[in-house]
């Protein structure tokens, strides 16, 4: 007969293995705290927003379609800040260590659906160099688009500013021992569950009737 296990099983395993699963809890928490306090590097952010709009020399007024010629430009501008072409000028004029690659996977652009604004997003260990990556990114951007284009539809909306006491954005402490405790509880259940399977010792009178179907007669007491 195929065993299977219903409720009263499963509370009752859980049960007999308890401390092992609140102790696996406790040390997978305990583990992710300190990891997070002493071995992750906190990261913060520094934003700044271009608005993509038309020509600063055109006369014309502002209409749907030069809304829609600026919104159809912004993907392409989107590659364009994160290019060499920007980024070399970028690292050469605030002398930074990291490559021009390096610095690409720390800027992250993005636009929310039909703006025109867009949004270059610094990540870095120093909330000042943050700052000051994200403002050269956005002036040099400004500066190369007019080349590289041949347009003048380009302005810094909003410089960065990390303010006084700026918090990192990562790690999150309370997600990350968040997270390690249910590692501990998934660890400590798969455990119980296998010891649980793998025992194939029969340990009580009710068992003995269950897999015999035979009656119990009497037991002999443990001194």
């Known amino acids: 007969m195929e065993e299977t296990l219903n409720l009263e099983d499963i509370l009752e395993v859980i049960k007999k293995n308890l401390a092992m699963i609140i102790a696996l809890v406790l040390l997978f928490g305990s583990i992710a705290a300190f990891a997070t306090a002493f071995l992750m590097t906190p990261q913060y952010e520094a934003n700044t927003q271009i608005l993509v709009s038309q020509s600063h020399n055109s ?107 700026p918090s990192p954005v990562s790690p999150q402490p309370l997600i990350n021992v968040a997270i390690g405790m249910i590692l501990g509880a998934l660890l400590g259940l798969g455990i119980a569950f296998l010891r649980e399977f793998l025992d194939k010792r029969v340990k009580t009178e009710e068992e003995i009737q269950k897999h015999l179907d035979l009656p119990v007669l009497g037991t002999i007491a443990k001194f």
């Open 59 to 165: 006369e014309v007024a502002v209409d749907n379609q030069n809304i829609q010629a600026s919104l159809q430009l912004i993907n392409t501008y989107r590659d364009i800040i994160k290019s060499p072409t920007v980024l070399d000028d970028v690292v050469a004029n605030l002398n930074l260590e990291q490559s021009t690659s390096a610095l690409s996977e720390q800027i992250t652009v993005n636009n929310q659906d039909q703006s025109q604004v867009v949004t270059v997003t610094v990540s870095d260990a120093s909330p000042e160099n943050a700052e000051t990556i994200a403002n050269e990114v956005a002036n040099v951007f400004q500066q190369r688009v007019t080349e590289v284009m041949n347009v003048d539809n380009v302005s810094i909306l909003a410089p960065a500013d990390i303010g006084e006491d």
